[in-house]
């Protein structure tokens, strides 16, 4: 019962390289999401995603790109990586069910992301 | 857009005694979602609680409740006989129940410390 899986768990980058965040569930949900944390505040919603093939901007998009090509699979890409990228990144997922009334977000274990 | 806001920082508590922590939304929507979620050392998001807006009886989670007061757009959550284990961060946080995605807005959290 894996749940969300997010690898790598840590990862050290320097400036201006790039890198592909991996996350994968296992509950069949529709609905999938990348958060990012920072030291000392509460998670902020970078990309989300309602079913394969389609994606949001969330609240702190830029310099991040998402795809969805599969229900299990929604890896976040980080291109010319900045330290303004150092982060804990949270990947989530939820099912939305027929009539509306959704699950809550399951969470993957986090990635700590320095950008150095 | 929706704000969720935890005015206290860090709360300290004494094994087997209760704590209150302070969370308000901001939100022009009637039909809503409310959780606790809490966030040990290990970093995993775990949800501890969740109340439905059109639900007027308040949550409760064996030893964690919640005063939900609708009008007031109050949501604390109260942890009664406190363990050690309960020694984490705790984010609020809000999800619409119409708007697309089921994304959540959180808090900036607080840390609650728990003294043997």
């Known amino acids: 019962n894996a749940g969300v899986t997010q690898t790598p768990k840590f990862r050290i980058l320097k400036i201006g390289q790039s890198m592909t965040l991996q996350c994968t569930q296992d509950m069949n949900h529709n609905y999938m999401y990348w958060y990012r944390q920072d030291p000392g505040m509460g998670l902020k919603l970078i990309y989300y995603?309602?079913?394969?093939?389609i994606t949001d901007k969330g609240e702190v998009p830029n310099g991040y790109n998402v795809s969805r090509s599969t229900t299990e699979d929604f890896p976040l890409r980080l291109e010319l990586a900045a330290p303004s990228q150092t982060s804990v990144y949270f990947c989530a997922s939820s099912y939305d069910r027929v009539w509306g009334r959704g699950t809550e977000a399951f969470f993957g274990q986090g990635t700590r992301l320095t950008v150095v | 857009a929706q704000t969720v806001t935890q005015s206290q920082p860090e709360m300290s508590v004494q094994e087997a005694e209760t704590v209150t922590l302070s969370c308000t939304y901001d939100?022009?929507?009637?039909?809503?979602?409310l959780f606790w979620y809490k966030q040990p050392p290990s970093r995993q998001m775990i949800l501890v609680i969740r109340q439905e807006a059109y639900k007027q009886q308040n949550a409760t989670e064996n030893r964690f409740s919640v005063n939900f007061q609708k009008a007031a757009k109050s949501f604390s959550l109260k942890i009664s006989d406190s363990q050690l284990g309960d020694a984490a961060m705790y984010f609020c946080?809000?999800?619409?129940?119409?708007?697309?995605?089921?994304?959540?807005?959180f808090g900036g959290g607080t840390r609650v410390l728990v003294k043997p």
């Open positions: 939100t022009s929507e009637s039909d809503y979602y």
């Open positions: 995603s309602v079913g394969a093939g």
């Open positions: 946080a809000y999800r619409s129940g119409k708007a697309a995605g089921n994304k959540l807005t």
